[in-house]
Structure formats: structure tokens, C-alpha cells
């Protein structure tokens, strides 16, 4: 695989641009008791410049969801008993996502047969730029040959315990300890856009990769893995390609957390300081 080092950039905004051309990102997610992650995702969406988020999440969580922030709209969806988006939801979402133009899941989603059907449904969509992470991820893993009915243009972002298990899904050899040839083959193998997080988050399609300089071990919190998929989709939304979409998430994301971890200090740090620190990240 080829090293990519140049970090890409966002082309500056036509001065009669309107929050349609900037992008609208759609974040799918959330469950009883993990309704913060989906709310995490959309923060960091807007403060990553996207012109319109939406956050679909089970109904029962949705006033909590809407009250967390005023700026993004919400979605309700159908539920299960244990308060999980139930399949019913497809019908709702396969709609949305016409209306987005990036579709970002699995924050807070947990794994049941609901996340499954619907995520399922997701990746057979041709031409649907969709980010997968948390338990959409344990949620592929659990679905075996699922890598040959993706039809969507997808970014996937697992850390080491997800890539672990997605692995298991994909092979039947050893996970190898490289991380550069975990995701190098994970990439190949499904055709997406890898994110493998960790200390030195890596970036790859297959062909190309980038390694991070960015980022602390005060982000190793609950939530910051969030906030890096909302940054993600929205640079993909505002016309950055998977790869330097991702690219620029991770590196963006580390700056945020350099920065955070100056202000508070590495053990105080929090997911919600990312998301304060991303617009003087981003200047």
C-alpha cells in the first residue's frame, strides 16, 4: 500500500452557499440507555461544518436525543421491548436516506435482530455513502458473507476489540498483530474505507494509507469514538471522498483532543470537550 502523508482540505464555502450544499448528514443509532452516543455524533457533525444533521433513533429515547441539542432534528423510529430500533424501522430509513447524503450508524444502536435488518438493508443500497461504527460493527460481525452484499460506498471504523471480531467474520486465518496489514486486508477483502482506531489511527482503501500523528490517551473515553464518526460524516458530506474524508476526521478529531487534553488535562478529558475543541481544531 502506498503511504499518503498530505492531510486534504476542505475547498472554502461559496459566499451564496445555503445548508443544503454543505452537506446532510443522517445519524442512525441510540438505544435505552445509550441515547448519548447518537447525540454525540450529531454535535460533532454540526461543528464539523455539515449543513443539516439529522438523528434517527428509537422513539422512546427521541426527547432525549432532541433536548440534548437544539440544532440538529430528530427521528423517530420504530422499537423493540428492549428499547433497540425494531425492523420496522427499515421502512422509515430506507426513505431517509434519499434525503441525506450520508447516512452515519450505529452509536449507541447495541446489536439485535432490528439493527441487523436494518443495517442489512443499508449496505445493499447502490450509491449510498454510509460510515459504520460501534455496534453496526459487532453487528457485521455477527453476519456471516455480509462483505458480499455491500453495494453502498462505505467507511468503516472499528477499534482493536471491533476489528477483532470483524475479522473473525471475513477469515479463516490469524488476525495478524500488524495493525497496518489488519486493515489493510479488511479493506481489500470488503472494498470499503477502514478506520482502525487506536494510537496511531489508521487510515486505508486498500491502496493507500495514512497513519495519525494527532490525538492523546485522555480520548480514550466513552463517547470520543462518537464524536470521530459525526466529524467524519460531515467532511464526507461537504464533498471529501471516503478516504480523505477519513483522513482529515482522524486527524481533525486529534487535534480537537490535543487541545482539549492542554485545556483540561488527559485524566479530566471528556468526549464532550472533543466537540468544544473542534472549531479551534478546524481554524
Known amino acids: 500500500m502506498d503511504k499518503h502523508v498530505e492531510i486534504p482540505k476542505l475547498s472554502p464555502r461559496a459566499a451564496d452557499g445555503h445548508k443544503g450544499a454543505f452537506g ?13 452516543a447518537a447525540a454525540l455524533s450529531g454535535k460533532a457533525a454540526l461543528r464539523s461544518g455539515a449543513g443539516l444533521v439529522r438523528v434517527a433513533v428509537p422513539q422512546g429515547i427521541l426527547p432525549i436525543v432532541a433536548a440534548l441539542d437544539p440544532c440538529y432534528t430528530t427521528i423517530p423510529l420504530a422499537e423493540d421491548a428492549d428499547g433497540k430500533m425494531a425492523s420496522e424501522a427499515a421502512g422509515v430509513l430506507m426513505e431517509q436516506a434519499k434525503l441525506n447524503d450520508v447516512v452515519a450508524f450505529g452509536p449507541g444502536a447495541g446489536v439485535g435482530a432490528g439493527v441487523r435488518d436494518v443495517l442489512l438493508e443499508l449496505v445493499q443500497i447502490q450509491g449510498l455513502r454510509l460510515l459504520v461504527d460501534a455496534d453496526g460493527l ?10 458480499a452484499k455491500v453495494a453502498a460506498s462505505v467507511i468503516l471504523t472499528p477499534h482493536p476489540g471491533e476489528m477483532a471480531r470483524l475479522w473473525k467474520s471475513l477469515f479463516r486465518k490469524r488476525i495478524p498483530e500488524n495493525r497496518l496489514d489488519q486493515a489493510g486486508e479488511v479493506a481489500q477483502k ?7 482506531k487506536g494510537a496511531g489511527t489508521i487510515v486505508t482503501d486498500g491502496v493507500r494509507v ?53 485545556d483540561k488535562g ?15 481544531a478546524f481554524s
Request: aromatic share 6%; hydrophobic share 45%.
Open 138 to 147: 459487532n453487528t457485521l460481525a455477527g453476519c456471516k458473507g455480509w462483505e
Open 190 to 196: 470488503t472494498k470499503t474505507t477502514v478506520v482502525l
Open 24 to 36: 446532510k448528514i443522517l445519524i442512525v443509532g441510540g438505544s435505552l440507555g445509550f441515547s448519548g
Open 210 to 262: 495514512y497513519v495519525n500523528t494527532t490525538g492523546n490517551p485522555g480520548m480514550a473515553t466513552a463517547g470520543a469514538g462518537d464524536v470521530l464518526s459525526g466529524v467524519i460524516a460531515a467532511l464526507a458530506g461537504q464533498g471529501l471522498n471516503d478516504f480523505d474524508a477519513a483522513v482529515l476526521g482522524v486527524y481533525v478529531h486529534g487535534v480537537a483532543g490535543d487541545m482539549a487534553a492542554r
Open 266 to 280: 488527559q485524566i479530566s478529558l471528556i468526549a464532550t470537550d472533543i466537540v468544544d475543541f473542534l472549531p479551534k
